[in-house]
């Protein structure tokens, strides 16, 4: 299977060679959209290329003015069959945009509508063919097309670490995020925050791990807005869980956690400055260290699951109901 | 005053004139920073120029690659000595960016950082001429300058009204403000919802408004995203508050406020399709009403406040601290 994905991937970036794209669209919902985050965030740091990520229905009922034929479209649903992102994938290629899709469903209607579709495993699959990690055989693929650079040669080659670097960090922080969702069990209200390539992982684990799969209360606050109106909400008794950067907004992140660690008792911290990375380079540490967190921080979502006996599988509305 | 703020506009529009730009940029905190998302909006549907929301620290820590001294820079900050904001600007200036300040406060550190200010009044001030008016005279001046066009003139023109349109929107909600705050009084949680031009809304109501002024737990949800995530924390008894669009995504609000409805006993909406635009013609009239939103909005928030004998002026760390 790994064998097909890499071939999934190399066609999908040959169809962008030789192109020119006025912008890049990643385009999906929820914890699909999320995962677009830290590939929005290396367009940005990497490439002049505009790179917008956009929850479905928004650019299928207000489309961009620079969005064209020119664009290159990604989207992304597990199933692949979110309403939404077929119609926008859809949309897209009538348009006579590139259009890929990643998906953990091959020949969906999802991968029926793209251009090209790119399968990620799930679950106990190799994580170095999972969905992040696909997405960055992808982005980076485009990116070296786009703009040949020795870097992102290397970034696709420290991709296949992850089958290795991944369980090494979710034993690094196994016994933490055991205590922590003993310790939570019971809070009505938890705060994720984050900033950077990381803040999509507090945005997911509140909307997708908190929200849908726990019915806790929660929001993501960005550890650069926290002054500016959020940390009043602090007080001894509120929970934060904070994805602690290693890249450039770490600053950030600490001034955040000196504040919250002041004026809460119940302050959490992931820091990917743990994180063994392996021989990945320090200019490319922050974009895997991002992804990282991911499969880390669910073991958090995990423990509580369990403490709660409420597992992350129940749902009241989604799969019960037509909405 | 108002002929010199309509002077200091006219100036920084002056210094885009006949510039070709890369990219537009608009960096602020908290609230200041979601003033400039109705503008982000009229960017992405107006003009195929790309235009940047980022919180200023996201903007100082981690400049993207984009950024160059052909990015037109927008920056604001009411007190004008937001450390971050100021700091951007000054780095936006001395790498020769075209820099425009919106301050409630001239001379301040921000004015002096920009290379030009626009004054706007607050409270009772005209709100012709308030925060959001004068980025609007702004962002239209400017989309005009760069690609003349009628619609933004019409525009312009129609900035005046909101002297008569803000207080006569504000008389039509007022009873429901009133209403809300004391049936909401004893909420430990309030989520607010929205999406395109009036999500914004949706995050300043739920930082600044309820997590800083009221400390009161609170997220804002995008419409788009509820059905991925976010809706099934929906219970009888868990309060939304919802901006509803009178514009092109109205279709993703009424999806979920229909859900939100059957599943919640304390949903409340305030349609913008209910806002007396006066003569504001149809395809001007959600950027008006995205604006005319917020002070609507406030009423809610002044309404809780005095239910629950806590000022929206109280803070227990701003001001009194060093962070």
Known sequence: MYALQLQQVEEAIKTVRGKKFNAVYMIACGGSKSTFGPAQYIFDSESDLPAYV??????????????TPQS???????????????????AAKDMGCVTICLSNKIDSELWQAANHGVYYGWGDYNPAYGKSAMLYRMVFGVLNELSPNERFVRAIKHIDALETLV???KDLFAQRAAAWGKEHKREP?????????????????????????????SSSIHSGEYFHGPFEITDYDVPFLMFMSRGKTRYLDQRALNFAQKYSDKVTVIDAQEFNLGDIEEDLQSYFAAIIMTPVARQYADSIADHRGHPLSVRRYMWRMEY
Chains 1, 2 share one sequence.
């Open 72 to 90: 290159l479209v990604l989207t992304c649903s597990h199933s692949g069959n979110t309403p939404e992102t077929v119609q926008a994938t859809q």
């Open 167 to 169: 369980p090494k960090n």
């Open 54 to 67: 956009l929850t479905s229905n928004e650019f299928n009922y207000r489309k961009p003015k620079q969005f």
């Open 189 to 217: 209200i938890i705060y994720t925050m984050a900033s950077g390539e990381y803040y999509p992982e507090a945005y997911s684990f509140a909307v997708c791990l908190l929200m849908e799969m726990q019915w806790i209360h």
